[in-house]
């Protein structure tokens, strides 16, 4: 057994980054992500990196767009503001179809609001980052492991389909401690025939860029990413299911809502209630199947969010409506307590037994 190493969460995905080949760290500091920039600011140089602190968000995912051109792995992290100022960049690396690491450790908001951990980006992460009609790939870690792990797959998901992924993190995930393994074997990095690399006068110039003059051009790109993003939903999708073989009453739940709910869930289990978990772990593409496969099984399910309710429309609709989906939340940088999670779970049984 490979040996484990007490880290924070944003730590975890520092290292992973440096293990997974990431040699170019663009990053502007805002809490609570600053660790990851921290620690990149002390690897990359002993390593032959390059490490930058941009002189704001907007350059920063401008860098990554320019490096992942050239066929490197680079990534970059923020908080929520600060994600929402790289979106312009964002949609260029998505109408470019350049792979690249984007980390956002989540906190309060809307506006500045507070350094408190949030589930609040879910709907900007997953539904629009920015303008224009694409997707990342959106991975919400639920452990201090899974924020390496998470990181390792996230690049090489972003190379293999040529587009962004996101990890999508709650401040708690960034900011707790927990042992970790970063033992990993670490595939060969994948031809990239598109990249600028330089032709050394052997092929044809590649351009790389997100601008198409000719609408029928456009269109032609949109549907082809289209057809892309398809086969990813039907292929990629990741989730984890906990006691759900003979639930009736089934808990959504990501990253730290998650680990809140299993508590719930085993008092819940002690007190004869039948209720399972379902863990989305790729936030898009959304895992449908299981959802569909609950609604015809449970009698409710619900959504754990530390948002106003924003997973809980993609449940909806991967249930078809089938059954009742109800929210237990806090906001505002609170986390629900399995106390909360629990009296939920019995007022779906019917009330407190």
Same mark, same amino acid.
């Given at each position: 057994?490979?040996?484990?190493?007490?880290?924070?969460?944003?730590?975890?995905?520092?290292?992973?980054?440096?293990?997974?080949?990431?040699?170019?760290?663009?990053?502007?500091?805002?809490?609570?992500?600053?660790?990851?920039?921290?620690?990149?600011?002390?690897?990359?140089?002993?390593?032959?990196?390059?490490?930058?602190?941009?002189?704001?968000?907007?350059?920063?995912?401008?860098?990554?767009?320019?490096?992942?051109?050239?066929?490197?792995?680079?990534?970059?992290?923020?908080?929520?503001?600060?994600?929402?100022?790289?979106?312009?960049?964002?949609?260029?690396?998505?109408?470019?179809?350049?792979?690249?690491?984007?980390?956002?450790?989540?906190?309060?908001?809307?506006?500045?609001?507070?350094?408190? &951990?949030?589930?609040?980006?879910? =709907?900007?992460?997953?539904?629009?980052?920015?303008?224009?009609?694409?997707?990342?790939?959106?991975?919400?870690?639920?452990?201090?492991?899974?924020?390496?792990?998470?990181?390792?797959?996230?690049?090489?998901?972003?190379?293999?389909?040529?587009?962004?992924?996101?990890?999508?993190?709650?401040?708690?995930?960034?900011?707790?401690?927990?042992?970790?393994?970063?033992?990993?074997?670490?595939?060969?990095?994948?031809?990239?025939?598109?990249?600028?690399?330089?032709?050394?006068?052997?092929?044809?110039?590649?351009?790389?860029?997100?601008?198409?003059?000719?609408?029928?051009?456009?269109?032609?790109?949109? =549907?082809?990413?289209?057809?892309?993003?398809?086969?990813?939903?039907?292929?990629?999708?990741?989730?984890?299911?906990?006691?759900?073989?003979?639930?009736?009453?089934?808990?959504?739940?990501?990253?730290?809502?998650?680990?809140?709910?299993?508590?719930?869930?085993?008092? $819940?289990?002690?007190?004869?209630?039948?209720?399972?978990?379902?863990?989305?772990?790729?936030?898009? &593409?959304?895992?449908? $199947?299981?959802?569909?496969?609950?609604?015809?099984?449970?009698?409710?399910?619900?959504?754990?969010?530390?948002?106003?309710?924003?997973?809980?429309?993609?449940?909806?609709?991967?249930?078809?409506?089938?059954?009742?989906?109800?929210?237990?939340?806090?906001?505002?940088?609170?986390? &629900?307590?399995?106390?909360?999670?629990?009296?939920?779970?019995?007022?779906?049984?019917?009330?407190?037994?």
């Amino acid at each position: 057994m490979a040996d484990k190493v007490l880290m924070k969460g944003n730590e975890a995905i520092a290292e992973a980054a440096i293990i997974a080949g990431c040699r170019h760290y663009f990053g502007y500091p805002i809490t609570p992500q600053t660790e990851i920039a921290a620690y990149m600011a002390k690897r990359m140089p002993k390593i032959g990196g390059c490490f930058l602190q941009a002189e704001s968000e907007i350059a920063a995912i401008n860098m990554v767009y320019g490096v992942s051109s050239t066929g490197h792995r680079v990534m970059t992290s923020s908080s929520s503001p600060g994600i929402s100022l790289k979106g312009e960049g964002i949609s260029y690396l998505a109408g470019a179809d350049l792979p690249a690491l984007i980390v956002n450790v989540q906190r309060g908001g809307p506006g500045l609001g507070g350094i408190q &951990p949030s589930q609040s980006d879910y =709907f900007q992460a997953t539904k629009g980052a920015a303008h224009g009609d694409f997707h990342m790939i959106v991975l919400a870690p639920a452990s201090v492991q899974e924020m390496a792990d998470l990181t390792v797959k996230g690049f090489e998901l972003a190379d293999k389909y040529r587009m962004t992924s996101m990890i999508l993190a709650d401040g708690t995930m960034g900011q707790m401690m927990e042992p970790v393994s970063l033992d990993y074997d670490i595939k060969e990095m994948p031809e990239k025939p598109w990249a600028t690399t330089g032709t050394n006068m052997e092929r044809e110039h590649n351009i790389v860029n997100s601008l198409f003059l000719s609408p029928e051009q456009l269109e032609t790109e949109n =549907f082809k990413r289209y057809e892309r993003y398809k086969y990813i939903e039907e292929n990629e999708a990741l989730y984890e299911e906990y006691m759900m073989d003979d639930a009736e009453i089934c808990v959504a739940a990501f990253g730290i809502a998650a680990r809140v709910a299993k508590n719930a869930i085993n008092a $819940a289990r002690e007190k004869g209630i039948k209720v399972g978990l379902i863990r989305p772990i790729t936030l898009w &593409p959304f895992p449908v $199947a299981p959802f569909k496969k609950a609604a015809k099984q449970v009698q409710q399910v619900i959504s754990v969010e530390l948002s106003m309710g924003q997973m809980i429309e993609d449940i909806r609709l991967a249930t078809e409506c089938k059954v009742p989906v109800t929210l237990c939340n806090r906001v505002g940088g609170m986390i &629900p307590s399995p106390e909360q999670v629990l009296k939920a779970i019995e007022d779906a049984n019917g009330g407190a037994k």
